[in-house]
């Protein structure tokens, strides 16, 4: 071991959302301060090794409650600009700390710089047009991951909705724009995400996707019951593709009895790992903590702990180029693949 902690590509975030609804005068402040109940911030995150990820951009209830109904899309276009340039302040608040990225090189270039790395995502795609006249731009903009849905139906899918135990083929597959959502991703080199699609979107994404598949921050079904959660035959299928699944913390996506409980061990998140490696091999396991959008276990609550799950895998038998490949190279192997690169 070393005195630096094991450095993490994260598949799946919310801090930019939390910022928003919890640290409303000054949201850049509160990336800079560490505060109960907030995962990520960017002392604990050099702390515990949390060098970048996928950063969410998902459009809260406009009304304030009602998450099942996706919302407008002028609404979804305003919240996702205010986490755009939340991030962008973000950057250039950090001296030098925090470097948006574009590429895998320049991931790559910000790990060795000892830079956090984020990338943007969107989390359900209401902020793009149903004709997909703004993908494009949001490209320019940044955006380098997208997943069609969240857990809720919009103008191109149908989200999963949060069960227990159930299967996740709830309901229709992809419509036609999101057939055509799909094909532009590819095109620009958008990695598309189908962690929240249900089973038949996941499978039409699989049919007309040609890029690696992509489930950020889903786990083995087999552990755990959620409809969130990813049956062995799609493992399979992320493994043919060349794809990943990213390890969600979630404890409601951990336990095994589907309920929030933040004394779920270590134990559990390493036979979640053991069991996505049985299943696909070590090239197509990664991390997706859903931090700041879920609740996790005590031994993990915050970036600062992230050195607890990592000696927890070593212990668990995993080699350091092992380790390598579940922290950060398999994310960079796949969007590397993805974009293009």
């Known amino acids: 071991m070393t005195d630096q902690p094991q450095k993490i590509f994260d598949g799946h975030n919310d801090i930019l959302l939390k910022l928003l609804d919890e640290c409303q005068q000054d949201p850049v402040r509160g990336f800079f301060t560490p505060r109960d109940g907030q995962h990520i911030d960017l002392q604990s995150a050099q702390d515990g090794g949390f060098a970048g990820g996928l950063f969410a951009m998902f459009i809260p209830p406009e009304d304030g409650k009602t998450y099942e109904k996706a919302p407008s899309q002028t609404y979804a276009i305003g919240e996702t600009n205010k986490m755009i340039r939340l991030l962008r302040d973000i950057q250039e608040a950090s001296d030098g700390q925090v470097k948006i990225c574009k590429s895998v090189d320049e991931i790559e270039d910000a790990f060795a710089s000892n830079q956090m790395a984020p990338v943007l995502h969107i989390e359900g795609a209401e902020a793009v047009m149903p004709d997909l006249s703004n993908l494009e731009n949001l490209y320019k903009e940044g955006l380098r991951s997208l997943g069609p849905v969240w857990s809720r139906e919009n103008d191109f899918a149908y989200g999963v909705p949060?069960?227990?135990?159930?299967?996740?083929?709830?309901?229709?597959?992809?419509?036609?724009?999101?057939?055509?959502?799909?094909?532009?991703?590819?095109?620009?080199?958008?990695?598309?995400?189908?962690?929240?699609?249900?089973?038949?979107?996941?499978?039409?994404?699989?049919?007309?996707?040609?890029?690696?598949?992509?489930?950020?921050?889903?786990?083995?079904?087999?552990?755990?019951?959620?409809?969130?959660?990813?049956?062995?035959?799609?493992?399979?299928?992320?493994?043919?593709?060349?794809?990943?699944?990213?390890?969600?913390?979630?404890?409601?996506?951990?336990n095994p009895k589907g309920v929030a409980d933040s004394t779920v061990p270590l134990a559990t998140m390493v036979n979640q790992i053991k069991y996505m490696v049985d299943k696909m091999g070590i090239d197509h396991v990664g991390i997706g903590s859903d931090y700041d959008g879920t609740g996790v276990p005590n031994d993990v609550n915050s970036t600062a702990k992230l050195p607890n799950l990592v000696n927890a895998l070593r212990d668990g038998g995993f080699s350091q180029d092992e380790l390598d490949k579940i922290t950060h190279k398999n994310w960079f192997r796949v969007l590397r693949a993805t974009w293009g690169e």
């Open 162 to 254: 949060f069960k227990f135990p159930a299967s996740p083929d709830t309901g229709p597959g992809l419509k036609e724009a999101g057939v055509e959502l799909v094909k532009a991703c590819n095109q620009l080199g958008i990695a598309i995400d189908l962690s929240h699609i249900n089973e038949k979107g996941f499978w039409d994404v699989a049919k007309h996707s040609d890029k690696p598949l992509i489930a950020s921050h889903s786990n083995a079904h087999a552990l755990c019951q959620s409809t969130r959660n990813l049956l062995d035959t799609q493992l399979d299928a992320i493994k043919e593709s060349g794809g990943i699944a990213g390890l969600n913390f979630g404890t409601i996506f951990l």
